[in-house]
C-alpha cells in the first residue's frame, strides 16, 4: 500500500483542484461545443468522430449533478488526474526516486495547457492518458530482463495503442521512437504468429469506428458531421480526408507559407512552453534532455523523436494561422501544444535526478534545490490559476443563448465557424433552448447526407441544389419560405438576396422588401438590449486565447452593425456602435478606423484624428493612414498648417492589408 500513496496523492489533489476550476457549463476551448453535443446525443463528431471518447463521455452525461457540459468536463478531469498517475509511475520507474516524480508529476498537472484542458471537454485529456499509459507499458517491457511475460505485454501494448487511434490520430507520432525503443525486445518474440497477433490486437483496438457506422445507419442525429453509407465513407472520416489527410493548413491562410512563417510558428511554440512552465522548468527541463543522452540513451531518444514529431515537425508543418485576428489559428493550434509539452514534461525528471545526484554530496545544497522546487511549483502554480480557473465561466453559454434567443419561431441559422457552431449545438440540443429553432452548418456545404435531420424536421424545403451546389443555393431557394440566418466570420453571397445584420446575424430578404432604416436601428437596439455581453472583468477573469476569439465575434458584430450606419449615411449611429466595438476590442486596427472614420463623417475632428493616429501606433504598417489624416486636416480641421505637418510626417511605407471599412 506505501507504493501507491504518492501516486494516489496526485490524484486525488489533481483532481479536487481540476474540479474546483472546471468550467460550469459549455467551454469556448476547441472543439468542446460539439463533444458535449455529440456525447449527449451518441452523434457524429466532425472527424476523424472521435468515436472513443464519444461513447465513454455519453456515460459521464448521466451523472445526477450539475449541468451535462460540466459533467463531460469533468471526463476531462478525470482521465488528466490518471494521466498523473502514469507520468508518476513512469519518472519513478526510470530514477528510483519519488521526489523526483511527485515534483515532475505535480508542475506537469499545474502547466497552464495542461490543467486548462483538465477542466474542460476536449479529446486531448484522453490523449495524454493514452500517451503515458503506452509510455509507462513500453518501460515495463524494457525493463522486463526475464522476458517472461513479453509477447502479453506487447499485445497488451499493441490494443492499447490501437484503442488510442480511436480517440485521436497524433498518437501515429509516437510509432517511430518506440519501435526504435523496444526493438531490442521486438527482435526476441518476433515471428510470424507474433506479428498477426500485433495487427489483430491493434485493429480490434479500431472496433469503436464501427459506432460511427451504426449511428449514421440507425438514426437521424441533430448533430452530426456526416452519415457515413459505408465503409470507404468511414474510412474518409477515420483520416480526416474532408481536411486533406496530409494537407497543411495553407488553405487557411495560404500566405502563411515561407521560413520566416515556419519560424513564427516554432517561435510561438517554445516562448508558449516558457509561459506555460516558467524558465526554470525549462532549462532543468534541457538538462534533463542532455543528461538523458548521457545516462538514458534509449529511452531519450525515442521521447525525443516523440517530442519532434509531435510538436516541431507537426505544428510547422500543420502550419495554422497564428495571426488570423479571430484567434482561431491559436486556438486550434494551442491545443496540439499539450502532447509535445507533456513530453518534454518528462525530461524534467531526469533534469531533476542529474542535479540530485551531482548535489549528492552536499546536505546544504541538496535542501536549496529541494526547496527551489518546491518554490517552481508553487510559482507554476501561482501563474497559472487565475488564467485557467474556469469556475464561473459562463461565456460559452451565453454566447449561444444571444445567438439563437431573437429569432423568429421555425427558423433555420445557418452557422458558418467552429465556435459559433458548437456553443450553438450545445445550447440548442443539449441545453434545449429554442427548440423552435434548427442550427445548419456551413462547413458542411456539399455534402447532402448532413442534412437528414433537418430534411426531416423542414419537408417544405427546397433542397435541390443543397449539398451539389452550394450553401447558398440552399439558402436562395428557401429564405422566402423560411426565416434564415447567417452566421459567420465571414459574409456569404446569395442570388437574388440581401442580408441585413441583426445583432450578431445576417438576415436574407428580397430586394423589394422595402426596409427602413429608423425601423432598422431600432430592431437592432432591442435585439442587443437581450444580449448577455461580456464585462470587462468577466474578460480578465478568464484571460484565454478562446475568450479573446469570442471577443472578436461580438467586437465584429458592432462593427458590422456601425458599417451598415455609415453605408446608409447614419454618422452619429455608426460611431456609437464602432465605440462599442473598440471599447470590446481595444487593439483592433480596424475598429479605431471605423471608429475614426465615423468621427471624421459626424464632424468630430478632433476625436476623429486621435482614432486615425491609434491606427497607426497599433500597425506600425498602416502608413496610408496619413492619407486620412492629410484629408482631414483639409476637410474637416480646414487646417493647411495641419495639413503640411502631416504631408512632412507621412511614412514611406507601403499600404498594409488591413479589412477597413468603406462607407
Given amino acids: 500500500m506505501k507504493q501507491w500513496f504518492f501516486p494516489l496523492a496526485i490524484f486525488l489533489g489533481s483532481l479536487f483542484l481540476y474540479l474546483y476550476t472546471l468550467c460550469p457549463s459549455v467551454p469556448l476551448q476547441g472543439d468542446a461545443g460539439e463533444l458535449v453535443a455529440v456525447a449527449y446525443t451518441l452523434g457524429i463528431a466532425h472527424p476523424p468522430g472521435y468515436p472513443l471518447y464519444t461513447m465513454l463521455a455519453h456515460l459521464f452525461t448521466y451523472l445526477p449533478i450539475n449541468s451535462v457540459a460540466w459533467r463531460v468536463n469533468f471526463f476531462s478531469a478525470l482521465t488528466s488526474s490518471l494521466t498523473l498517475i502514469f507520468v508518476y509511475q513512469i ?17 506537469i498537472g499545474l502547466s497552464q495547457t495542461f490543467w486548462l484542458y483538465s477542466v474542460v471537454a476536449e479529446v486531448f485529456s484522453l490523449n495524454n492518458l493514452f500517451v503515458t499509459i503506452v509510455i509507462y507499458l513500453a518501460v515495463l517491457i ?26 485521436h490520430s497524433t498518437m501515429v507520432f509516437i510509432i517511430p521512437g518506440l519501435l526504435y525503443f523496444l526493438w531490442p525486445k521486438i527482435k526476441k518474440v518476433f515471428g510470424f504468429k507474433f506479428f498477426i497477433i500485433v495487427c489483430l490486437t491493434c485493429a480490434a483496438g479500431l472496433l469503436p469506428y464501427l459506432f460511427i457506422l451504426f449511428r449514421a445507419k440507425t438514426a437521424i442525429l441533430p448533430v452530426a458531421w456526416s452519415y457515413p453509407e459505408n465503409f470507404y465513407d468511414l474510412l474518409r472520416i477515420m483520416i480526416r480526408a474532408d481536411y486533406g489527410t496530409f494537407s497543411p493548413a495553407l488553405n487557411l491562410n495560404p500566405a502563411m507559407a515561407t521560413i520566416s512563417d515556419k519560424a513564427d510558428q516554432l517561435s510561438k511554440f517554445f516562448s508558449y512552453f516558457i509561459e506555460d512552465f516558467g524558465w526554470s522548468v525549462g532549462i532543468l527541463s534541457a538538462v534533463g534532455l542532455l543528461a538523458g543522452i548521457r545516462k538514458k540513451l534509449r529511452i531519450t531518444i525515442f521521447l525525443a523523436i516523440f517530442f519532434f514529431l509531435s510538436g516541431i515537425f507537426f505544428i510547422s508543418y500543420a502550419n495554422f494561422p497564428i495571426d488570423d485576428p479571430s484567434g482561431f489559428g491559436l486556438v486550434c493550434v494551442e491545443r496540439f501544444y499539450l502532447l509535445p509539452y507533456l513530453i518534454a514534461g518528462l525530461f524534467l525528471g531526469f533534469g531533476i535526478k542529474v542535479i540530485t545526484e551531482f548535489l549528492k554530496n552536499s546536505r546544504l545544497a541538496k535542501t536549496v534545490f529541494s526547496v527551489f522546487l518546491i518554490f517552481s511549483l508553487v510559482m507554476v502554480f501561482i501563474n497559472n490559476f487565475s488564467v485557467v480557473n474556469q469556475r464561473q465561466n459562463y461565456l460559452g ?25 458548437f456553443v450553438t449545438f450545445y445550447v440548442r440540443y443539449v441545453e434545449k433552448f429554442r427548440k423552435d429553432v434548427e442550427i445548419m452548418t456551413a462547413n458542411n456545404a456539399g455534402k447532402q447526407n448532413s442534412f437528414r435531420y433537418l430534411k426531416k424536421t423542414h419537408p417544405e424545403l427546397d433542397w435541390t441544389s443543397a449539398g451539389t451546389a452550394s450553401i447558398s443555393g440552399m439558402i436562395a431557394l428557401n429564405f422566402q419560405k423560411i426565416p434564415i440566418y447567417w452566421f459567420g466570420p465571414v459574409g456569404i453571397d446569395v442570388p437574388g438576396a440581401l442580408a441585413s445584420p441583426s445583432g450578431l446575424l445576417f438576415h436574407f430578404f428580397s430586394p423589394e422588401e422595402a426596409q427602413n432604416f429608423d425601423r432598422w436601428e431600432y430592431d437592432n437596439r432591442q435585439v442587443l438590449a437581450t444580449y448577455d455581453l461580456p464585462s470587462s472583468s468577466q474578460i480578465q477573469q478568464n484571460d484565454t486565447i478562446a ?93 493647411e498648417n495641419k495639413a503640411k505637418k502631416y504631408e512632412q510626417e507621412k511614412p514611406q511605407v507601403n499600404p498594409a492589408s488591413l479589412d477597413l471599412v468603406k462607407f
Fill in 91 to 107: 519518472i519513478f520507474t526510470l530514477t528510483k526516486k519519488k521526489f523526483v516524480a511527485l515534483i515532475t508529476a505535480g508542475i
Fill in 142 to 167: 524494457d525493463k522486463n530482463t526475464t522476458d517472461h511475460d513479453l509477447k502479453k505485454q506487447f499485445y497488451l501494448l499493441s490494443a492499447i495503442f490501437g484503442l488510442s487511434l480511436s480517440n
Fill in 397 to 421: 453559454l451565453k454566447f449561444g443563448q444571444n445567438i439563437l434567443k431573437n429569432l423568429p419561431p421555425g427558423a433555420i441559422i445557418v452557422n458558418q465557424g467552429d465556435l459559433p457552431i
Fill in 547 to 639: 475568450d479573446y476569439s469570442l471577443i472578436w465575434y461580438y467586437a465584429r458584430m458592432f462593427s458590422t452593425l456601425g458599417n451598415f450606419c455609415g453605408r446608409n449615411f447614419h454618422y452619429d449611429c455608426a460611431r456609437d456602435f464602432f465605440r462599442q466595438g473598440v471599447a470590446l476590442d481595444p487593439f483592433s486596427p480596424q475598429k479605431h478606423y471605423g471608429l475614426a472614420k465615423a468621427n471624421e463623417l459626424s464632424g468630430r475632428c478632433l476625436e476623429a484624428e486621435k482614432e486615425y493616429l491609434k491606427v497607426y501606433a497599433l500597425n506600425s504598417q498602416a502608413g496610408f493612414i496619413y492619407r486620412d489624416l492629410l484629408e482631414l486636416a483639409k476637410n474637416c480641421f480646414q487646417d
